[in-house]
């Protein structure tokens, strides 16, 4: 089976959810207390390990309490452990979580040992790096070390599917070595340089980002599903329609499953809608991990709604 290589980060999450969300000064009470696991690295793995892919995670975790517990969980998920650093001196990554009404959320993220990733221990990870078929990475790691993979990937013709998230400053001009670019309206804007607005700027943002030189741009727009735009295509498929407890990872599910999928050789539209059933069924759970699904359900429910 094709091995996904995922490089990136994992958080320990604290999650409070309350009836609405506090406004500024104000105290929110009878809220329900989680402590789950996240991240965009791992909660990518997670999901690719889920939906049926080959799964190795590169990242690297501090020392805390939560923290063996965590990697016993991608072990338990059948997960690729050996190239996960243990750094001393420095926590894991943590992150802070509000849920109100309708699953919208505040979250609030201290690094921590995932700003230790560096292109050192990438170096490490070859024997993994060596064997896959695709690379997944986000940006919760340093710059540096995207960049590091960004040029091995390069070198030995290993495509990348990069999530740009969460935005920020980046060296625009290595985004012609990438593959996959998955990002949502918002993120598009940010590394085309245009406001973006509405789904036909989305649009034109993702059709600037080909012209730079990546193959495959895919805008999420939440509730209103997803596309992908190539030099000569564009497809387009709506969202399933869920009641959502909790939207916190459902574009990280997306994009572990989209990675399964395309690895597996699912057309581009198969790949859409086999990412956006899993994110679908993400959001109707609590927590960012526990809400991945399995294979069988998302074989399920695309059988049930497509």
């Excluded at 999901?47 to 072990?75: K, L, S």
């Excluded at 338990?76 to 309708?102: C, K, P, Q, Y």
């Excluded at 091995?152 to 012609?176: E, G, M, Q, T």
């Excluded at 999928?261 to 609590?286: D, N, P, Y």
Aim: hydrophobic letters at 45%; a negative charge; one cysteine or more.
């Amino acid at each position: 089976m094709k091995k996904i290589v995922v490089i990136g980060s994992s958080n320990v999450d604290l999650i409070m959810k309350m009836d609405h969300l506090p406004e500024k000064g104000e105290t929110v009470t009878d809220a329900t207390f989680m402590q789950v696991y996240g991240g965009k690295g791992a909660n990518q793995a997670v999901a690719a390990a889920r939906a049926g892919g080959n799964v190795a995670f590169v990242n690297c975790v501090g020392e805390d309490a939560y923290t063996p517990q965590m990697v016993q969980n991608f072990i338990e998920d059948g997960i690729d452990t050996r190239f996960i650093f243990r750094e001393s001196g420095v926590a894991s990554g943590h992150a802070l979580v509000m849920i109100g009404n309708e699953g919208h959320n505040y979250l609030s993220v201290a690094p921590g040992a995932n700003y230790r990733l560096s292109p050192e221990m990438i170096e490490m990870a070859m024997p993994v790096i060596d064997d896959a078929a695709m690379i997944v990475m986000q940006y919760e790691i340093p710059a540096e070390t995207i960049i590091h993979v960004l040029n091995l990937a390069r070198k030995k013709n290993i495509p990348v599917l990069w999530n740009f998230a969460p935005a920020r400053d980046f060296d625009l001009s290595y985004l012609s070595g990438i593959s996959i670019l998955i990002v949502n309206e918002v993120e598009a804007g940010f590394l085309a340089q245009i406001p973006v607005n509405n789904e036909a700027d989305a649009e034109k943002a993702a059709r600037l980002l080909v012209q730079k030189g990546i193959e495959k741009v895919i805008i999420t727009l939440g509730a209103k599903g997803a596309f992908v735009v190539t030099k000569s295509e564009k497809v387009q498929i709506p969202a399933f329609q869920v009641k959502a407890v909790d939207t916190t990872a459902a574009g990280d599910t997306f994009c572990g499953s989209f990675a399964v999928a395309l690895t597996e050789g699912q057309s581009l539209k198969q790949a859409l809608q086999f990412a956006s059933a899993a994110a679908a069924i993400s959001v109707t759970r609590m927590g960012a991990q526990p809400s991945a699904p399995g294979r069988s359900e998302i074989d399920a429910f695309l059988k049930s709604h497509v």
